[in-house]
């Protein structure tokens, strides 16, 4: 079965009879593991109430361009960056008319023209309407723009008629949005990521880490596996849930990772050290727990192995890519590290900014390799991985 693990769907419902299987569609994205947001048109409202659409999607149903409340945050934007994929099922034929046009009349409209998701369109309407040469015309011009069509089903009509023009089962709908999501594009690489924080020990107690989640670690092994790649996920302490589809192997400290990525590392084609590693640790840990004594206490640090470095020194080395949490002098720290760490590309993440920092959901960051500098915007990080596995693949694939 096709899944839609993380992803998040903004279903727009229109002015069709068939909005009646509009909260059957939410619940199968659901149970291919979409998160789902509901659009609701005027026309949509004459079919199916916005409370049914809402206790089935568990999030607000979205149904005015004009909410005060939601356009002090801009919410016709929010929802558009939201979007991994904006699908419209039913689709009227006014709805796909207004598309073709370009039109922002109402809200969906709105969110349409200013998302770069994939765009999924499921006619319903009677076989007449459907088959009309204005109809075939924009669904044409949709195609012509990378729009993406489900076939209507054919048979008797709610009016009587019998031809095209009925929606397709809710689980079929579904399965054809899952499919957008999969790619070739890593097809038989063996990849290595690792993910989150290590944990250096003080005594049986304590440790040295950070605040890492390890979510941006696990949005690229997501977006690996989904990109057709073999991948082994070597990850510390996490807040995040495992993808059942990876290789994966837990480590707590950094030595700990280190030995296990040294002795994979000659298996894979690309290395991304995406892991929040300790450069300290203290160098005579405790076997028993220290007892406060109201002493101050004084630990001695040794510098931890490099992973990256070491890797990157390797003389079959795979391709690699680093990241660099930064709080200060970003580009130039970051820049450095390239140089120094002798990999493919370096992700800069300014972690000083708590709402793309550790523990968040989104994320902003700069791709730096030695022939560029791109800037990815603040986007959910399901999308930003995406957005650097893209730029690697088109500049060392």
Not at 296 to 314: F, G, T
Request: hydrophobic share 40%; net charge neutral; with cysteine.
């Amino acid at each position: 079965m096709k899944s839609l693990t993380n992803k998040r769907i903004l279903l727009g419902v229109s002015g069709s009879i068939s909005a009646y299987k509009a909260p059957d569609i939410v619940r199968r994205l659901q149970d291919l593991g979409a998160d789902v947001r509901v659009i609701l048109t005027a026309g949509g409202s004459k079919f199916i109430t916005e409370l049914s659409l809402q206790s089935i999607s568990r999030n607000k149903v979205h149904h005015n361009l004009w909410d005060k409340e939601a356009e002090l945050s801009m919410g016709h934007i929010e929802l558009a960056k939201w979007a991994d994929c904006i699908l419209i099922a039913p689709a009227s034929a006014n709805v796909i008319s207004s598309i073709a046009s370009g039109k922002a009349s109402d809200l969906l409209n709105n969110v349409i023209l200013a998302s770069n998701a994939a765009l999924i369109i499921a006619p319903a309407m009677n076989q007449q309407m459907y088959n009309s040469s204005a109809l075939q015309a924009n669904l044409a011009l949709l195609k012509s723009r990378n729009v993406n069509i489900i076939t209507p089903d054919s048979g008797t009509q709610a009016c009587g008629d019998i031809g095209p023009g009925r929606l397709p089962e809710s689980s079929d709908i579904a399965e054809q949005v899952a499919t957008q999501f999969q790619t070739t594009q890593l097809s038989g690489k063996r990849i290595i990521i690792t993910l989150g924080a290590t944990l250096e020990a003080i005594d049986p107690v304590r440790f040295i880490s950070n605040h890492s989640s390890g979510k941006m670690g696990m949005a690229l092994v997501d977006t690996c596996i989904e990109m057709g790649a073999q991948v082994t996920c070597v990850y510390g302490n996490i807040s995040i849930p495992l993808n059942d589809k990876a290789t994966n192997i837990q480590t707590l400290s950094a030595q700990q990772m280190y030995e296990c990525v040294l002795s994979q590392v000659h298996q894979c084609d690309l290395f991304i050290a995406c892991a929040a590693v300790c450069d300290y640790s203290a160098k005579d840990p405790s076997d028993q727990k220290i007892k406060k004594n109201g002493e101050n206490l004084i630990l001695e640090l040794i510098p931890n192995k490099d992973i990256l470095a070491d890797v990157c020194k390797l003389e079959k080395k795979p391709l690699c890519i680093g990241f660099a949490a930064e709080t200060q002098n970003t580009l130039k720290n970051a820049q450095l590290k390239l140089k120094n760490k002798g990999c493919e590309a370096i992700i800069l993440n300014d972690v000083s900014k708590t709402e793309i920092g550790f523990n968040s959901d989104e994320n902003q960051v700069i791709f730096i390799s030695q022939k560029q500098q791109e800037n990815i915007a603040k986007n959910s990080k399901t999308k930003i991985a995406k957005n650097i596995l893209e730029i690697f693949i088109k500049e060392f694939l």
